[in-house]
């Protein structure tokens, strides 16, 4: 039962490759348990410090595919990672006791596929078996996202959100890991119809009480097309108060929507970097699959912005060399200075062109 949480504490532990490869496979692979009620574990090795104290919700792929409730075999599978269904592990540590706990997320996507539906919803990379003539027309015509939410939790004033690159989030009990229902906030981005595309990584830094993010509005600019077709709103929450709102403090116009994973935030700044990895917003209209309307166009290098939060407006911007990066991994501000430190992917240079079409390989 505990198996994959023991592998997990392995798999930090483990000196040798041999075994970490081996211990990172359970990652990609189906839950042997759905749910794993929140609860004590043995720790078999080690010594764990007095003093270490973490509580720590987490989420990840958790079922490659659809899986019939009662059922013990998929009857389709995710052909990619991002597609994958989401789980939530909790992790809490303290006097020396572990606790740990996991659940997949019921999702309204979730719900489906248990029911043996096909979610009529696009995917990012596709499924075997491939949906039929029937089923893409279906997909098309969709105007939601999934809510398969699989790519970070994060704690909005208290309350455990589980996200992603798209908008909307999921409300999960901490307590028991219960799914609750799709969290709306009440305002005005939550009645975009357009507002699809978001970031996974909100951020607020300690001792803030807001938290920023931004939502994309398609065609927000549409028909003025004045600096771009699209514009990324950000806005900030004040975790502080109920119930909790979204304030637009700036619109950002772009021609070209980057897929902006993550952005800086220092106690005055936020830092974006609009990678040349861009979503092609009317292939993916017309199409079930996201992935293969990402597109690479290295000759628009990397777009950096630095928006002022006192002024709220974008005091620098500059373009640089073409690049593609997930994740920060720190960002602080030196004099007038602000340091952003990125984890760049690694992008093939052997066309005399960096190709960073990361996602596409
Ligand atoms: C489900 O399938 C796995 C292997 O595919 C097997 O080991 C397991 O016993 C099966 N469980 C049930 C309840 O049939
Ligand atoms: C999915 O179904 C479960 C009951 O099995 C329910 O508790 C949950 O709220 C449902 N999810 C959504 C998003 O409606």
């Not at 597609?83 to 606790?99: F, H, R």
């Not at 709102?245 to 800086?264: C, G, K």
């Not at 628009?300 to 920060?328: C, L, M, N, P, S």
Request: proline fraction near 5%; glycine fraction near 6%.
């Amino acid at each position: 039962m505990l198996s994959r949480a023991l592998l997990l504490l392995s798999a930090l532990a483990s000196p040798s490759l041999g075994d970490e490869a081996a211990s990172m496979a359970p990652l990609f692979s189906d839950l042997t348990q759905k749910f794993v009620p929140v609860g004590p574990v043995e720790v078999t090795s080690g010594i764990l410090p007095e003093w270490l104290e973490f509580d720590r919700l987490v989420n990840g792929f958790g079922q490659y595919g659809g899986i019939i409730d009662g059922e013990n075999s998929t009857f389709f599978e995710f052909d990619y990672l991002f597609d994958v269904l989401s789980y939530v592990q909790s992790w809490n540590i303290k006097d020396g006791q572990v606790s740990y706990g996991h659940s997949m997320t019921k999702s309204t996507y979730y719900n489906q596929t248990v029911n043996g539906e096909r979610p009529m919803l696009r995917s990012f990379g596709g499924t075997t078996p491939a949906l039929t003539p029937k089923e893409k027309m279906e997909t098309i015509k969709a105007t939601s996202v999934s809510d398969n939410y699989n790519v970070n939790i994060v704690d909005v004033g208290g309350k455990k959100f589980t996200i992603s690159d798209t908008t909307g989030q999921v409300e999960i009990d901490p307590a028991d890991l219960t799914t609750m229902s799709d969290f709306h906030y009440d305002d005005e981005l939550d009645k975009q119809t357009m507002g699809i595309i978001s970031c996974a990584h909100p951020t607020q830094l300690p001792n803030d009480p807001y938290m920023y993010n931004y939502q994309a509005q398609l065609f927000g600019n549409a028909p003025h097309h004045r600096e771009g077709a699209h514009k990324l709103q950000f806005y900030r929450v004040d975790t502080t108060k109920e119930p909790l709102t979204r304030e637009v403090m700036i619109d950002i116009d772009v021609q070209d929507l980057s897929y902006l994973h993550q952005f800086a935030n220092t106690p005055n700044y936020l830092v974006l970097l609009h990678y040349p990895l861009f979503w092609q917003v009317m292939g993916i209209a017309t199409s079930t699959e996201i992935l293969p309307n990402m597109k690479w166009d290295a000759s628009k290098g990397t777009k950096v912005q630095v928006i002022d939060k006192r002024t709220w407006t974008v005091t620098k911007e500059y373009t640089t060399d073409a690049t593609f990066a997930y994740h920060h991994l720190n960002a602080y501000e030196e004099g007038d200075n602000v340091i952003v430190d990125i984890l760049t992917n690694i992008c093939d240079e052997s066309n005399g062109d960096a190709s960073c079409d990361d996602m596409n390989k």
